[in-house]
């Protein structure tokens, strides 16, 4: 069955730094990769969207990168800042009418 | 416009009981996803209905279903509760026609099995 990981549980780094967290998945390449962020006790809201035949997405100061051969995909966030702390989760879907399969997520951690 | 709102916020119940959670989509959305969420174990996805049809569904028993009204509003039900069914109960919309579309996530309903 498809898996999907990301690369660790806590990611900690200073602030103006940038953050970079990865997702790993298996089997065949999904149709749509998405990134989520949830802070505690609240829902997760949607950050970014990047297709199968696409090798970037950039907004503000989120860039996500889709590497097929690879099987991954790479969250980064530039000039990171404390209110950036927070769970990102990455999540993958295979076509339309597929679930959304999402990653255990990374706590990131901006230490001032 | 209003998001996705789910009721009730907080549920305390006895094993044995069954619940009933309900979700309301943002207006125009005809697909809800449901998600359990515990700290071991992540979201993990129960359910998906799309104009009143259950579209997909995740490996849990059959003490868990679910139904979407023809107002796209959706419900799942929990029936025989065990003490492991303690979890963030999320549910998301998104628009379901072209694929890809973000989730849109409610609050979520965090229950308690006691």
């Known amino acids: 069955s498809q898996k999907i990981e990301q690369n660790s549980e806590a990611l900690n780094i200073q602030e103006g730094k940038t953050a970079t967290l990865t997702c790993n998945y298996t089997n065949y390449s999904p149709a749509y990769l998405q990134w989520y962020r949830q802070d505690p006790g609240r829902g997760p809201v949607f950050l970014l969207l990047i297709r199968e035949n696409e090798k970037e997405k950039r907004k503000e100061r989120l860039k996500v990168t889709f590497d097929t051969t690879l099987k991954q995909s790479l969250f980064h966030i530039t000039a990171s800042q404390p209110a950036d702390s927070a769970t990102y989760l990455c999540?993958?879907?295979?076509?339309?009418?597929?679930?959304?399969?999402f990653g255990s997520g990374t706590r990131l951690s901006i230490r001032p | 416009k209003a998001g996705v709102t789910q009721t009730p916020r907080y549920l305390i119940k006895t094993r044995g009981q069954q619940v009933t959670l309900s979700c309301s989509p943002i207006s125009g959305h005809r697909s809800v996803s449901w998600y359990q969420q515990t700290p071991g174990q992540g979201l993990q996805f129960l359910f998906e209905?799309?104009?009143?049809?259950?579209?997909n569904k995740g490996n849990f028993p059959g003490r868990f279903s679910g139904r979407q009204f023809s107002n796209s509003r959706s419900e799942m039900n929990v029936s025989t509760l065990e003490l492991g069914d303690s979890a963030l109960y999320l549910c998301a919309s998104s628009l379901g026609e072209t694929g890809g579309n973000e989730a849109f996530f409610g609050q979520g309903t965090r229950l308690t099995v006691v």
């Open positions: 999540a993958l879907r295979y076509s339309s009418a597929s679930k959304i399969i």
């Open positions: 209905y799309f104009s009143e049809t259950q579209r």
